[in-house]
């Protein structure tokens, strides 16, 4: 294996370059507005911390002041 390239095989790596280059497509330009994801309907399920105690929550952390 060759490891210093020949000038040759330089100026065919570039023209291949060119080549990919001119073939890609052109970036397209942003969407005009944001994708967002449509909103989710509610499917009942509660959160841990609707069922979960208070005392509970503020054990792990979840709650900073129980007595407020």
Do not use: C, H
Request: net charge negative; aromatic share 8%; hydrophobic share 35%.
């Amino acid at each position: 294996m060759e490891l210093n390239p020949s000038k040759a095989w330089i100026e065919n790596a570039r023209a291949a370059a060119r080549v990919l280059r001119s073939r890609s497509p052109a970036s397209a330009a942003p969407p005009a507005e944001p994708f967002l994801d449509p909103p989710s309907e509610p499917s009942g399920l509660r959160s841990l911390e609707e069922t979960q105690s208070p005392d509970e929550l503020w054990y792990k952390g979840r709650i900073v002041d129980r007595w407020v």
